[in-house]
T-cell receptor
Framework: DSGVTQTPKHLITATGQRVTLRCSPR?????VYWYQQSLDQGLQFLIQ???????AKGNILERFSAQQFPDLHSELNLSSLELGDSALYFC??????????????FGAGTRLSVL | TQLLEQSPQFLSIQEGENLTVYCNSS?????LQWYRQEPGEGPVLLVT?????EVKKLKRLTFQFGDARKDSSLHITAAQPGDTGLYLC???????????FGTGTLLAVQP
């Protein structure tokens, strides 16, 4: 158990809908990262938050947004869903936001199926 | 464009065999990490290498970071069925701790 909790574990929805994925980081970790894993693209970095502020952006679509709340949990919002958004979405957390060798701990992921 | 290419993509071997997985890039990374991911789980960190030429051993696993910090390898000695999984390398660049993951190597060790 990594200590990172993601809910829900599975999500099935239809095209055009909007969903929210939730992540609770490990106790004491200030940084949260979101990744998307699909068969054709592999594991891709989406976005990072550090202590409530956006720290880095990766290959995140404009239809996707995220935030980190004062209690440090994070939510990833996916809207106007398309079939191609079906993937595993992982959240990871780490103690700080920029130190080298900063270990990221991954949650078990949310499997999103868009039908 | 995938910055980190892993080879082979798939590997199926018998218990007791040795294997090497390669992670190559044309870019320099400040550090490189190796993860193993099992079905239904998130990636779990195995090791981080930071210095060019560094070699780290974790029981039967040996990790090496290239001298120029552009590539890495993972060698497993006497593979066991418990080693089965998806092996991912990930490079870190810049100060944000953002990880760029490799294409992955799916390893199956048959008993």
């Amino acid at each position: 158990d990594s200590g990172v909790t993601q809910t829900p574990k599975h999500l099935i929805t239809a095209t055009g809908q909007r969903v929210t994925l939730r992540c609770s980081p490990r106790s004491g970790d200030l940084s949260v990262y979101w990744y998307q894993q699909s068969l054709d693209q592999g594991l891709q970095f989406l976005i990072q938050y550090y202590n409530g502020e956006e720290r880095a952006k990766g290959n995140i679509l404009e239809r996707f947004s995220a935030q980190q709340f004062p209690d440090l949990h994070s939510e990833l919002n996916l809207s106007s869903l398309e079939l191609g958004d079906s993937a595993l979405y992982f959240c990871a957390s780490s103690q700080t936001g920029g130190a080298p060798k900063n270990i990221q701990y991954f949650g078990a992921g949310t499997r999103l199926s868009v039908l | 464009t995938q910055l980190l290419e892993q080879s082979p993509q798939f590997l199926s071997i018998q218990e007791g065999e040795n294997l090497t997985v390669y992670c190559n890039s044309s870019s320099v990374f400040s550090s490189l990490q190796w993860y193993r991911q099992e079905p239904g789980e998130g990636p779990v960190l195995l090791v981080t290498v930071v210095t060019g030429g560094e070699v780290k051993k974790l029981k039967r696993l040996t990790f090496q970071f290239g001298d120029a910090r552009k590539d890495s390898s993972l060698h497993i000695t006497a593979a066991q069925p418990g080693d089965t999984g998806l092996y991912l390398c990930a490079g870190e660049r810049g100060a944000t701790n953002k990880l760029i993951f490799g294409t992955g190597t799916l390893l199956a060790v048959q008993p």
